[in-house]
């Protein structure tokens, strides 16, 4: 089954080190960003759910990132959206050893193939 919902890939830029979104038809992707990922050549759109990998994760929503600071800078600047993170169950934080960054903000759910937390 189809679900006709529109889809997005993210674009990152290096200089400004931003990331912004693009409708993807999901064809195969065309063309690298700057980062050289995979992306397309769609109009710039904000999704509504974002999916966010993770390095690490705590119950509580608080990521760690790839270093970059992309999902950060874009989350911040657009707190409307439904941020989701996706990682392995084996990259769970204790909360009492993840020390919370004031850029930090916790995501709405994190998916592991083994359980979903927050919510």
Known sequence: MTIG???ALPFTRREPREMHYRRWDRT???LLDEC???ACE???VVPDVVLVPCVGFTREGYRLGYGGGYFDRYL???PH???VGV???GAEIAADEFDV???DRPLMLVVTEQAVFGG
Do not use: K, R
Request: aromatic share 8%; proline share 21%.
């Open 42 to 44: 769609g109009a710039p």
């Open 28 to 30: 195969p992707a065309t």
């Open 5 to 7: 919902l529109p889809w």
């Open 101 to 103: 960054q004031p850029h």
């Open 36 to 38: 050289g990922i995979p």
């Open 76 to 78: 911040a600047a657009h």
């Open 87 to 89: 990682a392995w169950s």
């Open 81 to 83: 959206v439904t941020a």
